[in-house]
């Protein structure tokens, strides 16, 4: 298994266990639950133990796809900056809760770690989503912005084609119907 498996298979779990752990613990504090609060110091705990890897495959991931057509290396940047901020935002929050794991007996200060470990599961969730989609844009061009409406003028280019087609009677292969719809279509051209 090489880096860009690694990154790529790992690379949306901090997300999702930053997103759970952030609802576990709200919902701990909305029912005044301390074992629900103690679950989302595990999944918050993960989430930053997670994103090591994920970080330190990145260097190696884009050594791989840096060259390949299509790769855009300025989202690559992007990308790599954006990354070292969640990486630090997610550190924290992951240490923050494993001081709220052992602090939670303590009834002030244990509220208050709780509070700001809910608070940077948030802000983990946030840099990661930005992170992720920023990944995203290195390879999907589909998700980069002039490229979506440049897709929309290709389709319309295609209707254009299609309706050219049916005026000067010639049908390019693309158009074809099935034989089962051509008797369907006979009958329309007979109507008419």
Not at 68 to 80: D, Q, S, T, Y
Not at 114 to 127: G, R, Y
Not at 142 to 169: F, I, M, P, R, V
Request: charged letters at 20%.
């Amino acid at each position: 298994m090489n880096s860009a498996q690694i990154h790529l298979a790992l690379n949306h779990a901090p997300l999702f266990l930053s997103a759970i752990g952030g609802l576990i613990l709200a919902l701990g504090f909305i029912r005044k639950n301390e074992d629900f609060k103690k679950l989302s110091f595990y999944f918050l705990i993960a989430a930053s133990a997670l994103t090591i890897p994920v970080f330190f495959t990145g260097e190696g991931t884009e050594e791989l796809v840096e060259h390949l057509p299509g790769v855009n290396e300025a989202a690559i940047e992007e990308h790599e900056g954006m990354a070292k901020i969640s990486m630090a935002v997610i550190a924290i929050t992951g240490v923050i809760a494993l001081a709220g794991m052992i602090l939670q007996k303590k009834t002030g200060i244990g509220k208050i770690v709780a509070a700001t470990a809910l608070l940077l599961s948030v802000a983990s969730f946030a840099t990661m989503a930005q992170t992720a989609h920023l990944g995203g844009l290195i390879r999907h061009t589909e998700l980069q912005s002039g490229n979506a409406a440049s897709g929309n003028e290709n389709e319309k280019d295609d209707e254009k084609t299609t309706t050219e087609d049916k005026t000067s009677g010639t049908k390019s292969p693309d158009t074809q119907l099935p034989d089962s719809m051509k008797h369907e279509d006979k009958e329309k051209d007979d109507d008419d």
